[in-house]
């Protein structure tokens, strides 16, 4: 029996075959990492886009930008001084009117990301269930970032509304780790067109199209008055580092085989400063729950986190490549976008 028949036939056999010697079937050690591409840029059209790469797991990400109404805000998320009518307002009340702009992530599987192919539609794609918890932990590891606040040009006049799409190109494990990390390089790549307030003249136009009292300047009007585009402020970079449990064994960054075979998952979401921001999981958590195995959770998670987020740092225009020697994963940071 060749060894991709083996493999199919008996996969736990398989996998304790390298397991048991402590190696992986694609040659790591079971606490070494994949190799991490990062290329923000990737979508020359979008203002801010990114394509990643962890091992053969693929993810592309793309935003596009429109202007809106101002939505409200809480009072603590306000960043603009307040007149004397909103300061009583907000002591009467815990909502602030509008105050925020708009953004919205849709995370979707290729129909080609898993081997069964269906996409998040299909009968043996990937299930909604997955994708919405994707999405879920993806929405809760950003909410510290406080985006829609940033997205407010003038409170009740006008903010951006931006709608991002994330797409699994090839769910081959961690895709939680992959679209976390192209959605923070995709917001640190976002360029936000610069805005005027608009005249009288064209404040007829501007309500019509629900963009409150202010406009999108053009390039041309842009480059002649030295405004830049408007880039976020990210006060901290949420990264995630998934470990799956097998038997005894700890097994760093997954892949797909590795995560079917799995007893547990479990994804640990920091920041550089390595303050944890959350932990999720799959399966039924015993063996990831002991306090030994956590501290090598979270040992784990802190030393390849510290790795991605410098590569994340790193200028466009830049190409940087990193190697961890501990757990020896590698990571590219290079610019898709054209010079």
């Not at 050690?29 to 797991?57: D, F, I, M, N």
């Not at 809106?68 to 009467?92: F, I």
């Not at 999108?216 to 009007?221: A, F, G, I, K, Q």
């Not at 015993?286 to 030994?292: I, L, V």
Request: net charge negative; charged share 20%; glycine share 10%.
């Amino acid at each position: 029996m060749d060894a991709d028949s083996y493999k199919k036939l008996y996969p736990e056999l398989f996998l304790d075959t390298f397991v048991n010697a402590g190696v992986r079937p694609d040659g790591r050690t079971l606490g070494k990492g994949r190799a991490v591409t990062l290329g923000p840029g990737a979508v020359g059209a979008s203002p801010g886009s990114a394509l990643v790469r962890l091992g053969h797991t693929s993810v592309l990400a793309g935003a596009r930008v429109t202007l809106m109404r101002p939505a409200e805000g809480s009072a603590d998320e306000w960043t603009h001084p307040l007149t004397e009518h909103q300061r009583l307002y907000a002591c009467q009340s815990s909502v602030l009117p509008h105050t925020q702009g708009s953004l919205s992530i849709d995370v979707q599987f290729a129909p080609f990301a898993t081997p069964q192919g269906g996409g998040m539609t299909g009968p043996r794609g990937p299930t909604a269930e997955l994708v919405s918890a994707v999405s879920e932990r993806l929405q809760a590891s950003l909410r510290p970032l406080g985006i829609p606040k940033q997205l407010c040009i003038k409170p009740g006049s006008g903010a951006y509304a931006v709608e991002a799409d994330i797409y699994v190109l090839n769910a081959d494990g961690a895709v939680f780790d992959a679209v976390l990390l192209a959605a923070v390089v995709m917001l640190r790549d976002l360029a936000l067109p610069p805005t005027k307030e608009v005249t009288a003249k064209e404040g007829g136009a501007s309500q019509a199209a629900g963009a409150g009292s202010v406009r999108v300047l053009t390039e041309e009007e842009a480059a002649a008055a030295g405004i830049p585009p408007v880039r976020l402020q990210l006060p901290l970079q949420p990264l995630a580092v998934t470990c799956c449990m097998y038997k005894e064994h700890l097994l760093v960054d997954p892949t797909a085989e590795e995560e079917s075979v799995a007893g547990s998952t479990v994804s640990i979401v920091l920041d550089a400063s390595a303050a944890l921001h959350g932990e999720c999981g799959t399966g039924d958590g015993k063996e990831s729950a002991a306090p030994d195995v956590k501290k090598r959770l979270v040992d784990f998670a802190v030393f390849c986190v510290h790795g991605v987020s410098m590569c994340v740092c790193v200028p466009v225009c830049v190409r940087a490549c990193v190697r961890l020697p501990a757990y020896g994963r590698l990571l590219y940071f290079e610019s898709c976008a054209a010079s």
